[in-house]
């Protein structure tokens, strides 16, 4: 009897033990966790505002292909089709369309992209990579004038 109740003493002491064990490997990791799934939303951000740029510039380039679009019809398209996200960054050739016909057009648009990851900001500030906490998403589409 006396050996069957060191022997249950010591299993009980050893799952009081795996227990804490397992809470502090639990407070070490959400915090990693934690950045982790922040970041994975930061990236699937980027490439969602990449496939509205793209998007935008594909419309506006659409709209470029008409002799008779002017610019502002263009960069408008190129907005709208961005929900006000996009910036209609260039047409070229910046010229009348009437003159052009059977010549590539290119349309490029843009955003002024900003992480939302705590920290990260300032580290991509500081290597180089963002420039005052943005990073510039560009899309460019080039079709033929009709």
Same mark, same amino acid.
């Not at 915090?31 to 969602?48: C, E, W």
């Not at 506006?60 to 996200?85: E, H, P, Q």
């Not at 349309?107 to 943005?134: D, H, I, N």
């Given at each position: 009897? *006396?050996?069957?109740?060191?022997?249950?003493?010591?299993?009980? $002491? $050893?799952?009081?033990?795996? $227990?804490?064990?397992?809470?502090?490997?639990?407070?070490?990791?959400?915090?990693?966790?934690?950045?982790?799934?922040?970041?994975?939303?930061?990236?699937?951000?980027?490439?969602?505002?990449?496939?509205?740029?793209?998007?935008?510039?594909?419309?506006?380039?659409?709209?470029?292909?008409?002799?008779?679009?002017?610019?502002?019809?263009?960069? *408008?398209?190129?907005?709208?089709?961005?929900?006000?996200?996009?910036?209609?960054?260039?047409?070229?050739?910046?010229?009348? $369309?009437?003159?052009?016909?059977?010549?590539?057009?290119v349309v490029k648009a843009s955003y002024l992209f900003t992480p939302l990851t705590p920290g990260l900001k300032e580290t991509l500030t500081t290597l180089g990579v963002l420039s005052g906490g943005t990073y510039k998403l560009e899309q460019s589409v080039?079709?033929?004038?009709?």
């Amino acid at each position: 009897m *006396a050996v069957g109740n060191i022997v249950r003493r010591l299993r009980r $002491r $050893r799952a009081e033990r795996s $227990r804490g064990q397992a809470m502090v490997e639990l407070a070490l990791m959400v915090p990693l966790l934690a950045v982790m799934l922040v970041l994975i939303f930061d990236f699937s951000r980027v490439l969602y505002h990449s496939l509205i740029l793209a998007n935008a510039a594909r419309d506006g380039s659409w709209v470029a292909t008409d002799a008779a679009a002017t610019n502002a019809d263009i960069c *408008a398209r190129v907005v709208a089709s961005a929900n006000g996200l996009a910036v209609c960054e260039s047409i070229t050739p910046n010229v009348d $369309r009437i003159y052009n016909q059977g010549l590539p057009v290119v349309v490029k648009a843009s955003y002024l992209f900003t992480p939302l990851t705590p920290g990260l900001k300032e580290t991509l500030t500081t290597l180089g990579v963002l420039s005052g906490g943005t990073y510039k998403l560009e899309q460019s589409v080039q079709m033929v004038i009709l």
